[in-house]
């Protein structure tokens, strides 16, 4: 968030903490940045009053000396002012890196189309594509059919690691590898370009996509090293172009990636105990863009589109809400998630997040292009990113979706060439 929007307009920056739910204590930091905002500029003016009064006496003290006479008043006052000047660009910059370090703190305005409301069950349904077909009469939850299988290893992941890591074995396994395969390669077919990025990122980078400092607990860190292990590709990807400047004439960049993601789940315990849902490490395809800010918004539906592209080839239900003020994500402006149908739960739930995060991330992250318009110059990109698709949630609803008398799992047409087999018995 650019600064002078909060000096211009702090009532309508409050006023967007409120509405999108967030706590009194980002309302404290929002003030502790205005008071120190205004040292800063208080000290500035001072700075330049001084300067000039610097400038006024070293020319009384280049007359007197011309004519003859002492200048030692306009002296000892030319150094103290110099002295102050010096404290002033001391003091100016720690005010200003403690603004800096604060503003970090600070989510991303919502877009104005982002519906107000304080939480999910505000958040407007969009569109819905194809029609459930089973509930959970019709099927065997996807951790009981690992648990009888042996093929979703619960006990050997909680062995090995810790709850919420799972070991997948055989059919199940490839199964997994063949939905990463099958995703790429769609995506690519809608004209992203496939990266393989690193799964560990430094300080700054998990910071330009805003991951940091507000949600360190959320992140696994590397011990004695400036290392963080990926909560998402979004990560890597869109710090690829950190501090460029880019071609206008090449936006939107697409690109797209799989990487095991780590989340600590922080105060997600007790929720989706059971099974596969909420894993602190986890398979996804991501989507990223970089985007002409004119664009971006249409960018965000045709991201979406590609996302959902995935359901509808596997044939999976699903359908698609869009956030509103108090459930949409730090970084963003504007978010779609998609919802795919979990018979086992008669209920939609969330397997692919699409957000435009407009200049927030770009900001952060010193990402750029120089405009050819009238006047020019550079300005931030928009950055945008989407999972194309979280797999292992995608997994559970083929599992379930496509179960056949409660212990036969026939592979959706379009994924068997990836899989190399059409059934999985359990």
């Known amino acids: 968030m650019p600064i002078h929007l909060i000096r211009e307009m702090p009532d309508s920056v409050f006023s967007m903490l409120k509405d999108r739910n967030y706590p009194q204590e980002t309302s404290a930091v929002l003030t502790k940045i205005i008071s120190l905002d205004t040292s800063w500029r208080g000290r500035k003016k001072e700075e330049e009053e001084l300067r000039a009064e610097r400038n006024r006496l070293s020319m ?13 008043a306009q002296i000892k006052r030319s150094g103290e002012v110099s002295a102050r000047i010096k404290a002033i660009s001391e003091e100016t910059e720690k005010l200003e890196k403690g603004v800096h370090e604060l503003m970090l703190f600070l989510p991303n305005f919502p877009d104005k189309s982002v519906p107000v409301g304080p939480d999910e069950t505000k958040n407007p349904e969009v569109r819905k594509h194809g029609k459930p077909e089973k509930g959970s009469a019709d099927v065997v939850d996807h951790h009981e059919l690992g648990e009888r299988s042996g093929l979703i290893d619960f006990e050997r992941g909680v062995k090995l690691a810790m709850h919420r890591f799972t070991v997948l074995k ?19 077919s809608n004209g992203y370009t496939e990266f393989a990025p690193p799964y560990l990122v430094n300080t700054k980078t998990i910071t330009g996509t805003g991951q940091l400092p507000k949600f360190a607990f959320d992140q696994y860190k590397i011990q004695d090293e400036d290392l963080w292990l990926v909560p998402t590709a979004e990560v890597p990807l869109t710090n690829l172009y950190a501090g460029e400047i880019l071609d206008e004439a090449k936006l939107p960049i697409k690109l797209t990636a799989y990487t095991p993601c780590f989340r600590r789940e922080a105060g997600a315990y007790g929720k989706d105990i059971r099974g596969l849902i909420r894993q602190h490490q986890f398979d996804k395809v ?5 985007a ?7 960018e965000l539906e045709g991201m979406t589109k590609d996302a959902e592209r995935i359901l509808q080839l596997l044939g999976l239900p699903y ?6 003020t108090g459930d949409i994500g730090f970084s963003s402006a504007k978010t779609y998630d998609i919802e795919v149908w979990l018979p086992s739960q008669d209920k939609y739930r969330e397997i692919s997040s699409c957000s435009n995060c407009t200049d927030f991330q770009a900001r952060r992250a010193n990402i750029k292009f120089r405009s050819s ?10 950055t945008l990113n989407g999972s194309g698709l979280a797999v292992g ?27 190399g087999f059409e059934t999985i018995e359990f």
């Open 373 to 382: 318009a009238e006047k020019g110059g550079l300005e931030f990109v928009h």
């Open 292 to 298: 002409h800010p004119e664009r971006s918004f249409d």
């Open 393 to 419: 949630r995608t997994l559970i609803a083929i599992l379930e979706n496509c179960q056949e008398d409660k212990k036969t799992v026939v592979l959706p047409k379009a994924l068997r060439e990836f899989a």
């Open 319 to 324: 359908r698609v809400i869009e956030l509103c």
């Open 170 to 188: 055989g059919p199940v396994a490839k199964l997994e590898r063949a939905l990463v395969s099958f995703m790429l390669s769609v995506q690519a």
């Open 286 to 290: 991501e989507l990223v863009k970089l």
């Open 60 to 72: 009384e003290i280049n007359s007197e000396k011309k004519a003859g006479k002492s200048a030692s």
